[in-house]
């Protein structure tokens, strides 16, 4: 896996099960070990697991999203890199979301 570099922003007090406090060493390991913990990968990945399943939530979220909403005939009509564009789309799912009430996901599962 490629390395990745991480800039710790904050580093709030938290203990070790040992009640040990953790420090910034601490934070590294947990960080490696969560590399190794990729369901879909037999060998270490670049950055932590959750950030990758994250991303595919994500992923699959907006192809749902797109799927109910045919937002394919928005989303062809601009390349990403134009911010009128990106803005008009962000703009436009949050009237979607606006009218989208809880009840329409209950039922619903979403697999990775």
């Known amino acids: 896996a490629a390395p990745c570099h991480y800039h710790v922003l904050h580093l709030d007090d938290f203990r070790l099960p040992d009640k040990t406090k953790a420090g910034i060493n601490d934070l590294q390991r947990i960080t490696y070990d969560l590399c190794h913990l990729y369901s879909r990968s037999d060998k270490a990945v670049g950055y932590a697991a959750p950030a990758y399943l994250a991303d ?38 949050n009237s979607k979301f606006s009218e989208f009430s809880k009840s329409q996901l209950e039922g619903r599962n979403f697999f990775l």
């Open 56 to 93: 595919h939530l994500a992923e699959r979220g907006k192809d749902w999203l797109e799927s109910q909403y045919s937002l394919s005939d928005t989303a062809s009509s601009g390349s990403a890199e134009d911010p009128m564009k990106v803005q008009e789309r962000v703009r436009w799912l």
